[in-house]
């Protein structure tokens, strides 16, 4: 998919959580729509993927193929859709993407006079919604037809849905759906921020 469409997929997966009353809905929504774009680091070429400086391979898949991409790796290179999408290593970028966040943070504090006396860094919600954004990407991906090592280092089977075809013609149908579902949820959170249930768990 490409990354508007991740980017939807995480904003989707952010306002069900919300709908679910749990988070901190500014935190849980970038970091929804931010996480949806943290798998694909592995692909030198991504939206998220070209601002990190890791040094990046290819090999030939023959004539009627694009070429294989992905990161250098040791002992192996890291290919795209093999390592980084499975819930093993999209779980530990979460990690590590949190980690910056709670860094930025304390240098934001550092430089904004009463920032971490008075409001602190929500690094719960952040990584709750990282997570979820990584989660919807490997979801969103299962509909392409390259498989994903979801299950990675447990097995390097390739996994995706048994509906599935190429990024170019479900891209912009499946960017259409989430664009209807993040609207849909905003207008019933709108709606139950002013005027809450009475009951509420």
């Known amino acids: 998919m490409q990354g508007r469409t991740h980017v939807l997929g995480g904003l989707a997966a952010a306002g069900l959580a919300l709908s679910l009353g749990l988070g901190h809905p500014v935190a849980l929504v970038l970091a929804g729509g931010f996480g949806g774009l943290l798998p694909d680091w592995d692909h030198p070429h ?27 790796g040791f002992p192996h290179p890291i ?55 990584g989660l919807s990407h490997l979801v969103l991906d299962g509909f392409n037809q390259e498989r994903q090592w979801w299950l990675w280092p447990f097995s390097r089977q390739g996994f995706r849905w048994p509906v599935h075809a190429p990024v170019q013609r479900i891209d912009g149908l499946v960017s259409l759906g989430l664009t209807v579902v993040v609207v849909l949820l905003a207008w019933h959170l709108r709606v139950w921020a002013l005027h809450p249930p009475l009951f509420s768990f």
């Open 46 to 72: 991504s939206t998220l993927g070209r601002f990190i400086p890791w040094p990046a391979v290819s090999h030939s898949r023959g004539p009627h193929a694009p070429p294989a991409v992905g990161r250098a």
């Open 79 to 133: 290919w795209h859709r093999h390592q980084a999408h499975s819930l093993i290593g999209m779980t530990a970028t979460v990690g590590v993407f949190t980690g910056l966040a709670v860094v930025l943070w304390q240098i934001l504090g550092a430089h904004i006079p009463g920032l971490d006396r008075h409001v602190s860094c929500p690094w719960l919600w952040i990584t709750l919604g990282l997570w979820l954004g």
